[in-house]
């Protein structure tokens, strides 16, 4: 079956930097769009940014300039790189496969940035 695990969250301060990770099984990663969401109590879920198996990528405009996302095909793993972060950014970060069987979530993972 699909599992898409991430990693890498956690707290920081404002104006620091982490990197989340997300391995993925159980599809032909290298053929699929991978994409990270992130989402607030209350709120829906939201587009962080998405890389094509071509490598075209697109941001929200909240991220640009600060997040960078980049896949490892050897690796089934798909990277969110964010620098700068601000105390909104605040959320769980979940991760995507968006495939020809449909759209696969992982498990998501907090990050937290104080200011």
């Known amino acids: 079956q699909v599992q898409l695990v991430e990693s890498g969250g956690g707290l920081v301060q404002a104006g620091g930097s982490l990197r989340l990770s997300c391995a993925a099984s159980g599809i032909i990663f290298s053929r699929n769009t991978m994409g990270w969401y992130r989402q607030v109590p209350g709120k829906q879920r939201e587009l962080v940014a998405r890389?094509?198996?071509?490598?075209?990528?697109n941001y929200a405009d909240s991220v640009k300039g600060r997040f960078t996302i980049s896949r490892d095909n050897g690796k089934n793993t798909v990277y969110l790189q964010m620098n700068n972060l601000k105390p909104e950014d605040t959320a769980v970060y979940y991760c995507?496969?968006?495939?020809?069987?449909?759209?696969?979530w992982g498990q998501g993972t907090q990050v937290t940035v104080s200011s």
């Open positions: 995507n496969a968006f495939t020809l069987s449909g759209m696969f």
């Open positions: 890389i094509t198996s071509s490598g075209s990528t």
